[in-house]
Nanobody, 124 residues
Framework: QVQLVESGGGSVKAGGSLTLSCVAS????????MGWFRQVPGKEREGVAA????????YYADSVKGRFTIAHDNAKNTVYLQMNSLKPEDTGMYYC?????????????????WGQGTQVTVSS
């Protein structure tokens, strides 16, 4: 069982930055990929960024390319999401997820483990 704990959410003005962190326990053999997803009320959970934790690639939603960066620290079992040039439409609950995935890392249905979420609010 992988447990995920997110932190780093908050409220910022448009153009600002935030860094989200997600610490995974019992990592190693339980997952090969981690991702960040966001959700707003009434909408489906959206893949924002994802990474193969053993190396091999990062993936981003078109809406965040060039603004967000995902990174993984193996020693700390932590995945980060650096968010720059934030826009009001980036507002939502951000969830960290982990799973054993061959392809489609931005598809939330591929993931087995989820954190509780951290709220990000961007005001204009």
């Amino acid at each position: 069982q992988v447990q995920l704990v997110e932190s780093g959410g908050g409220s910022v003005k448009a153009g600002g930055s935030l860094t989200l962190s997600c610490v995974a326990s019992a990592y190693s053999y339980n997952s090969n990929a981690m991702g960040w997803f966001r959700q707003v009320p009434g909408k489906e959970r959206e893949g924002v960024a994802a990474i193969y934790t053993g190396g091999g690639g990062t993936y981003y939603a078109d809406s965040v390319k060039g603004r967000f960066t995902i990174a993984h620290d193996n020693a700390k079992n932590t995945v980060y999401l650096q968010m720059n040039s934030l826009k009001p439409e980036d507002t939502g609950m951000y969830y960290c997820a982990a799973g054993v995935i061959d392809y489609g890392l931005l598809d939330y249905s591929k993931y087995n483990y989820w954190g509780q979420g951290t709220q990000v609010t961007v005001s204009s």
